[in-house]
């Protein structure tokens, strides 16, 4: 069953309203959505906790979803700072991140921060890092993205906004907005070499079709962080829990250990 809840999360930049989903009840996982919003990685938190039995918390980042977004919140640091505080207030411990793309950054600075109830990480083709001679593809119209995103576009939603309900529009120009604020061309220069200074188990999976970013970039996040393990993951792109949701998860549960306790 899933429930929503709205949180006030205190931060450096002030209070904000964070909007999560939760379902489960077992050992917290908090789950990072990309660019395309919440509602691609909400069916695979329900694959997860069914599977599980974790408690999965899948929260929107401020400005997606039609959600408001304070002034100070323009950065992914700033987004982990925000996560690391609604760890802090919900009193989680031993926590599980899973983050795809934008949340796979977010992830990785938020195990920057050293948070003492952080239990391991995941990042599913993640972006941040700046990889020489392999660029991460930004700033695409949406129909580019679906064929850059999916091992098999034809199976990929359709990414036409003109096709879209005033409403959702909306929210798809409000998400495009987001991401584009808080990633800008989807790397920083420094975060590569900051990836070292990480503690906590990490296991980095990546589609093997990924055409976002290639799988030489994924081997290059995986060799930054100490002890970190790379797979990858067939007949996917940049979307696994969209894509081939069950893959991903076989992936993902040698990792995740006992979640239900």
């Given at each position: 069953?899933?429930?929503s ?14 909007g ?17 919003g919440?509602a ?32 100070g ?6 987004l ?17 991140v899973i983050?795809n ?10 195990a ?11 990042l ?23 064929a ?15 096709a ?5 529009r ?76 069950d ?11 006992d979640?239900?306790?």
């Amino acid at each position: 069953m899933t429930s929503s809840r709205s949180l006030t999360i205190s931060s450096s930049f002030g209070d904000t309203p964070l909007g999560v989903e939760e379902r489960g009840s077992g050992r917290p996982m908090l789950i990072l959505h990309g660019g395309a919003g919440p509602a691609s990685v909400t069916p695979f938190a329900d694959l997860v906790a069914d599977a599980t039995g974790a408690r999965v918390l899948v929260p929107t980042h401020p400005g997606f979803g039609g959600t408001a977004r304070p002034e100070g919140l323009t950065t992914v640091a700033r987004l982990a700072e925000l996560y690391a505080g609604m760890i802090e207030q919900l009193e989680l411990d031993d926590v599980t991140v899973i983050g795809n793309s934008l949340g796979g950054w977010v992830a990785a600075e938020l195990a920057l921060l050293h948070p003492t109830r952080l239990g391991r990480f995941a990042l599913v083709d993640a972006v941040g890092i700046e990889v020489e001679g392999h660029p991460v593809a930004s700033a695409l119209e949406p129909t580019e993205l679906a064929a850059q995103s999916w091992f098999d576009p034809s199976k990929a939603p359709s990414l036409d906004p003109t096709a879209l309900p005033p409403a959702a529009r909306a929210i798809f120009a409000g998400n495009r907005a987001a991401l584009a604020l808080y990633g800008g061309s989807m790397t920083d220069a420094t975060l590569l070499g900051r990836l070292s200074e990480i503690r906590v188990p990490a296991l980095v999976l990546w589609g093997e079709a990924d055409r976002i970013a290639d799988t030489d970039y994924g081997r290059a996040f995986a060799a930054a962080i100490p002890g970190a393990r790379f797979e990858l993951l067939e007949r996917t792109g940049h979307v696994p829990q969209m894509e081939t949701p069950d893959l991903l998860l076989e992936a993902l549960t040698p990792f995740l250990g006992d979640t239900a306790r």
